[in-house]
């Protein structure tokens, strides 16, 4: 199974800021997700990223608000920006073999506060 | 698109009962089914999954069956323990990506 840690654990940003979300595997993987759960909620997928490739984003999730990179094959960063206090959630990075059908593993989730 | 439903959204039961966790979904092409645990501040952890071509897997106390013709599947979980209570959320997808259900919340009383 893939561990995967993730940088903050929790943050509380000022509207109108940016936050970066690190997210490191410790194995090569083909797929990493993100995703977002708001308090109490389901997961949504906000975007696929994909090394060598651009983001997949999801129907209501644009790349100027969640901007994604994929430097290689154990490592991705999710920034959302331009928050305001709708953006409060939970981020999780997961990451699967070569589908979404190969196990995925969750990381422990960023909780971000926008004030 | 794929859509799952799962019920119930809350779930009590004593120490030492069976818990059933249901889900349906829409799409027919879809294939694989896991389960996750999640803990309170904690990311989902996978409990057990189900593909197509199996109609029932055990772990231990944890089992899954899947009924391809209803489009359902299901989680059973034995004889509780208060460690068992966290919030439960199925996923089904067709290779493309995983749609979650909108989670149970189990809690086992002592």
């Known amino acids: 199974s893939a561990v995967i840690s993730q940088k903050p654990s929790r943050d509380i940003c000022q509207r109108g800021t940016s936050l970066t979300i690190q997210c490191q595997v410790d194995?090569?993987?083909?797929?990493m997700f993100w995703y977002r759960q708001q308090p109490g909620q389901s997961l949504t997928l906000i975007a696929t990223a994909n090394q060598g490739s651009e983001a997949t984003y999801e129907s209501g999730f644009v790349i100027d608000k969640f901007p994604i990179s994929r430097p290689n094959l154990t490592f991705s960063t999710l920034t959302v920006s331009n928050m305001s206090p709708e953006d409060s959630s939970i981020y999780l990075c997961?990451?699967?073999?070569?589908?979404?059908?190969?196990?995925?593993?969750f990381g422990p989730g960023t909780r971000l506060t926008v004030l | 698109g794929e859509n799952v439903e799962q019920h119930p959204s809350t779930l009590s039961v004593q120490e030492g009962d069976s818990a059933v966790i249901k889900c349906t979904y829409s799409d027919s092409a879809s294939n694989y089914f896991p389960w996750y645990k999640q803990e309170l501040g904690k990311g989902p952890q996978l409990i057990i999954d189900?593909?197509?071509?199996?109609g029932e897997k055990k772990d231990q106390r944890i089992a899954v069956t899947l009924n391809k013709t209803a489009k359902h599947f299901s989680l059973h979980i034995t004889e509780t323990q208060p460690e068992d209570s966290a919030v439960y959320f199925c996923a089904a997808s067709n290779t493309d990506k995983l749609i979650f259900g909108t989670g149970t919340r189990l809690q086992v009383f002592p």
């Open positions: 194995s090569q993987v083909t797929m």
């Open positions: 997961s990451a699967s073999g070569t589908s979404s059908t190969d196990t995925q593993y």
């Open positions: 189900i593909r197509s071509n199996v």
